[in-house]
C-alpha cells in the first residue's frame, strides 16, 4: 500500500486546511484509515480514524473542529481541519491498516500555524 499525502502549507489562527491521502497498491483488505500528527519533540499522536464500515474517532484536542472522511471510489481520504490554532503544527501523517494488521505510512505533510 503505498500513501501520499498533499494539502498541508502555513496557515493563520482559526483558519481551516483539508488534507488528503491517496492510497494505491494492495489496498482490499484494508480495514482502517487514520491521520496522525507529529510536532517537534513530542510522539505521534492520534489525530482521526475511521473504519471500512465508516465509523470514525478523533483525538480529544481536534474533536469539533476536524473531520475526516473517505471518498471509496477515488481511494482517497481527507482531514478536514477548521479553527486551527498554533498547537495544531505538526507533520500530519496518513496510515492505514489492513485485515492482517499491518500499518503503512505515508511521508507525512507539513501544517503550520502561525499569524
Known amino acids: 500500500v503505498q500513501l501520499v499525502e498533499s494539502g498541508g502549507g502555513l496557515v493563520q489562527p482559526g483558519g481551516s486546511l483539508r488534507l488528503s491521502c491517496a492510497a494505491s497498491g494492495s489496498i482490499f483488505g484494508i480495514l482502517a484509515m487514520g491521520w496522525y500528527r507529529q510536532a517537534p519533540g513530542k510522539e505521534r499522536e492520534l489525530v482521526a480514524r475511521?473504519?471500512?464500515?465508516?465509523?470514525?474517532n478523533y483525538g480529544d484536542s481536534v474533536k469539533g473542529r476536524f473531520t475526516i472522511s473517505r471518498d471509496n471510489n477515488k481511494n482517497t481520504l481527507y482531514l478536514q481541519m477548521n479553527s486551527l490554532k498554533p498547537d495544531d503544527t505538526a507533520v500530519y501523517y496518513c496510515?492505514?491498516?489492513?485485515?492482517?494488521?499491518?500499518?503503512?505510512w505515508g511521508k507525512g505533510t507539513q501544517v503550520t500555524v502561525s499569524s
Open positions: 475511521i473504519t471500512s464500515s465508516g465509523s470514525t
Open positions: 496510515n492505514a491498516r489492513n485485515l492482517l494488521e499491518m500499518d503503512f
